[in-house]
């Protein structure tokens, strides 16, 4: 499986800023997925990005709030905007790749916003 | 009510005791089934999948998919400390560029 690192690992943002998180893969991959993890929650989707294309936002999330760049097979960004501390998550990037257990999600290490 | 359900623990055991961790689910269209292990502060590692019905074995785990109850467990033999961890379960409709729902996840530890 490919391997997936993101940057900052963790932050602290002043609410109104804005924080770009940046995600690598190894290896060529045609979709990354965007998923966040708050406190005491699932993990949950906020868009699919394929390369070339607008991301797909899921219901309860837009582009304005969390935009989102995929400028090539290897790498993708997400932007959460105009922060305020509700936005203090994990948030972890993923991708489709063929592993030991085939096609399937494997995710990166995350990265650990906290908004005051 | 959530897609999937699956209590957040915690949930102690000591170490040699089997673990048995489930999830209930709601949307009768998922037919992928998968366990994912977090570590503190760590990203999900997926841990098994299966497809459908029925039992899939690897080592010390086995993952277990009831659809007619739509009801998934996972058995832990022989825990271990560095069992000790938050187990996710997601399931999705279909295979690979498919988004996954999660439960909540299960926080267990596992006491020497």
């Known amino acids: 499986s490919a391997v997936i690192s993101q940057k900052p690992s963790r932050d602290i943002c002043q609410r109104g800023t804005s924080l770009t998180i940046q995600c690598q893969v190894d290896s060529q991959v045609t979709m990354m997925f965007w998923y966040r993890q708050q406190p005491g929650q699932s993990l949950t989707l906020i868009a699919t990005?394929?390369?070339?294309?607008?991301?797909?936002?899921e219901s309860g999330f837009v582009i304005d709030k969390f935009p989102i760049s995929r400028p090539n097979l290897t790498f993708s960004t997400l932007t959460v905007s105009n922060m305020s501390p509700e936005d203090s998550s994990i948030y972890l990037c993923?991708?489709?790749?063929?592993?030991?257990?085939?096609?399937?999600?494997?995710f990166g290490p995350g990265t650990r916003l906290t908004v005051l | 009510q959530k897609e999937v359900e699956q209590d957040p623990g915690p949930l102690s055991v000591p170490e040699g005791a089997i673990v048995s961790l489930n999830c209930t689910y709601s949307n009768s269209a998922f037919q992928y089934f998968m366990w994912y292990r977090q570590y503190s502060r760590k990203g999900p590692e997926l841990l098994m999948y299966?497809?459908?019905?029925g039992n899939k074995e690897d080592g010390r785990f086995t993952a277990q998919v009831d659809k007619s109850s739509k009801y998934i467990s996972l058995f832990i033999r022989d825990s271990q400390p560095s069992d000790s961890a938050t187990y996710l379960c997601a399931m999705s409709a279909s295979f690979g560029n498919e988004k996954l729902t999660f439960g909540t996840g299960t926080r267990l530890t596992i006491i020497p």
């Open positions: 990005a394929n390369q070339g294309s607008e991301a797909t936002y």
């Open positions: 299966t497809y459908s019905s």
């Open positions: 993923s991708d489709t790749t063929s592993g030991a257990m085939g096609d399937t999600q494997y």
